[in-house]
T-cell receptor, first 114, second 114 residues
Framework: DTEVTQTPKHLVMGMTNKKSLKCEQH?????MYWYKQKAKKPPELMFV???????INESVPSRFSPECPNSSLLNLHLHALQPEDSALYLC?????????????FGPGTRLLVL | GESVGLHLPTLSVQEGDNSIINCAYS??????FIWYKQESGKGPQFIID?????DKRQGQRVTVLLNKTVKHLSLQIAATQPGDSAVYFC?????????????FGSGTRLQVQP
């Protein structure tokens, strides 16, 4: 089983709202990732968690706040977003964050900021 | 920074033909490559991978070729089917210690004509 699940599938929020995206995997993977994908563009890395610790933050604005409560869960807390933050947010996981490891992606959350 | 790029943004083939999708990379430190398929509204789906110590790897109807001399990667799909229609991304994994994140190419849209 190589399934990564994400909720919600779709999210519409205003610029003053606070919302959270959730990601879950039960493959025993110890590395989890958040990517942002704009229309007709490739995914761009936002954050990497390795063994529940944040290891990479790709200079993401503080209005995006990641959290890894345990090895199976990854959250992305959203606050005071801008319309240009509208995108598909993808979660991925891999066995570990070091070495050549395949990353498996979830279906994504399509976010619209009004 | 260095990036992974694709030669053709859109490839149109007839059902039953073979498809070849190309990708150029420029980072000689890349040691692991993955091809992903992304259908509309879905997350990237792993197709096949290859490590830099190999030059060819075969899967079911797919073959990945790696030419490290010219830093070129290709995905061959045999007997292309309508269900193969999607955007295909190559991704490179750079071997720097502690930084195992994927860098995606710009993507090629494959259109299969029935």
């Amino acid at each position: 089983d190589t399934e990564v699940t994400q909720t919600p599938k779709h999210l519409v929020m205003g610029m003053t709202n606070k919302k959270s995206l959730k990601c879950e995997q039960h493959m025993g993977h110890r590395a989890m990732y958040w990517y942002k994908q704009k229309a007709k563009k490739p995914p761009e890395l936002m954050f990497v968690y390795s063994y529940e610790k944040l290891s990479i933050n790709e200079s993401v604005p503080s209005r995006f706040s990641p959290e890894c409560p345990n090895s199976s869960l990854l959250n992305l807390h959203l606050h005071a977003l801008q319309p240009e933050d509208s995108a598909l947010y993808l979660c991925a996981s891999s066995r570990v964050a070091s070495g050549p490891e395949t990353q498996y992606f979830g279906p994504g959350t399509r976010l619209l900021v009004l | 920074g260095e990036s992974v790029g694709l030669h053709l943004p859109t490839l149109s083939v007839q059902e039953g033909d073979n498809s070849i999708i190309n990708c150029a990379y420029s980072n000689s430190a890349s040691d692991y490559f993955i091809w992903y398929k992304q259908e509309s509204g879905k997350g990237p789906q792993f197709i096949i991978d290859i490590r830099s110590n190999m030059d060819k790897r075969q899967g079911q109807r797919v073959t990945v070729l790696l030419n490290k001399t010219v830093k070129h990667l290709s995905l061959q799909i045999a007997a292309t089917q309508p269900g193969d229609s999607a955007v295909y991304f190559c991704a490179e994994n750079i071997g720097d210690t502690g930084r195992r994140a994927l860098t995606f190419g710009s993507g090629t849209r494959l259109q299969v004509q029935p």
